[in-house]
């Protein structure tokens, strides 16, 4: 079990999404960042999809009732364990009653914490993820806050090693594995490149200086923006003529333009359908990128095609593959280590 | 009829029956997702209809592994699939012919567009409410929100443009009206719809299956309450 002593800006319950119900108007809610998240879980040997953390800018104040294994990933918001400084992306084994906080925000905008096991809340219509507009999913349908205590489901064969080892080292708090996942991987949350986009349906109804300066000027990522939406301040766009658009689906990146001009991006709690005319889809290779900026930050797109997002997603699911392998034989080979040691 | 297949960025097929909003092409939009559901392809992960469209999410990492290096993009390997159910598309779907009726309070702070509505239309508030209760109402898809129904039917004498400005929160049950559609917020959520009502009805209940009250292909009534009994049903449904 966890507990939360200090709420955070905004820390909730997510997984990969809920699916299958978005025809019944139900949003898939689930992680921004599914790089991190996934890597979260695979350093701590749970499945993709266990339900892990994710921390806004600001995180939480956390206890941790029972010696267990944790990583965080994603934007470096600086975490500490009992006042010592902790890395990212690694295997981390923490003792019962060490506290985890959060310093200065250094580099992206939201990290994940998964924790060996997994979250033990219930699954609404198949998911862990918190959907916090109809208050269903995650821990009471809503975002942590102090007090709340979250249980772990019963961990997996390794802890017990790490908890053997522990017992050697009585001092520290907390104890890193050496290896760390490398850079190459996890550097999409610092690289301020383009965010690619594909044409979107309704691109050419768009005037052509609007379609030019959608895929060349920057724009800002307004305050008002969430999990919902980034919603973009730059040069208005503008349609042709002015017409109504019938309402169809929306995804995970689909950039729309309401009448005034803004253009937004829908993210992870975006609705199912939507009405604005389309002139982009971000590449789902660069929305975790997306989730990493926060507001403030400029953002300009550049082009690409739908064979070439699509290529350039599967080199980073297969890339993301080899980790998972590369990261359980690392903790194999950890375990066997361990065990010659005790 | 001619069918579009074309992609929706790069985990996504887009299917459209046609491109104005009328039953006959609901009724194929319907007839095909009543066909994905009973064949519910393994490398489809879910759908989306809609007005014209059924949108079909689907996962590339797994044709890409299903087809081996035959294919250059798990994309053109959805689309031959898509075109082969297409071709089977035969099954027509039982029509349920529900009627469900919505009791509406028209106007005042639970409709705060009505005057907009009825100055944009040049009419009184009175005759927007008895239009709007006229129509002859179709659920042709649920969208954007938890169980939120897009309708068919409404007078486009009461039509008018969606909020230049969307708000950041509608009330749970606010009618709307934008362009010539009119539905139900079933949540609060942002939006960019007229609202000229409010209903105390839930349209969303997540412990039901399906979760959500209306379903394509239902028709609707809607009626008058007053506020007052606006408030009374309000207090009952909780």
Known sequence: MIRILKSGLLTSIQDLGRYGYQKHGIIASGVMDSVAHRIANFLVNNAANAPTLEITLMGPVIEFQEDTLISICGGELSPMIDGEHVNMWKLIYVRKGSELRFGQPKQGFRAYLAIAGGFDVPRVMNSASTYMRAAVGGFQGRMLEKGDEIPVYPDTDLSGIFQSLSSEIRKDPFIEAPWFVAPEITSYTKTNEPIRVMRGREFELFDDASQNNFMKNSFKIDPKSDRMGYRLKGTTLSLKEKQEIVSEAVTFGTVQVPPEGNPIILLADRQTTGGYPKIGQVASVDLPRIAQMKPGENMTFRHISHAEAQHLYLKRENQLRQLKRGIHSNITKEAQICTALI | ?238
């Open chain 2, 1 to 238: 009829m001619s069918i579009n297949v074309q992609p929706f960025g790069d985990q996504a097929i887009l299917v459209e029956f046609g491109s104005s909003i009328n039953e006959e092409t609901n009724k194929e939009v319907r007839k095909f997702s009543a066909h994905l559901d009973a064949s519910s392809p393994e490398w489809m992960i879910e759908y989306i209809p809609a007005f014209t469209t059924v949108t079909i999410i689907y996962d590339p990492l797994y044709i890409s592994h299903q087809v081996g290096g035959e294919t250059p993009l798990p994309y053109e390997w959805a689309q031959q699939r898509v075109e082969e159910l297409l071709s089977k598309n035969a099954i027509d779907r039982n029509q349920t012919d529900r009627t469900i009726e919505i009791p509406v309070s028209y106007g005042g702070d639970l409709g705060p567009d009505l005057s907009f509505v009825a100055a944009h239309n040049k009419m009184s508030e009175e005759e927007v409410i008895k239009t709007h209760m006229a129509g002859d109402y179709l659920v042709y898809m649920i969208g954007f929100a938890p169980g939120f129904p897009y309708i068919g039917g409404m007078d486009e004498k009461i039509a008018a443009p969606r909020r230049d400005d969307p708000r950041l929160a509608i009330p749970a049950g606010s009618v709307g009206i934008a362009g010539a559609q009119t539905g139900v917020y079933p949540i609060e959520t942002p939006g960019g719809w007229q609202l000229i009502g409010r209903t105390p009805l839930r349209l969303f209940q997540p412990e039901k299956a399906p979760p959500s009250l209306l379903q394509a292909g239902d028709h609707i009534k809607f009626t008058r309450i007053s506020e007052d009994e606006y408030k009374s049903m309000k207090e009952d449904e909780r």
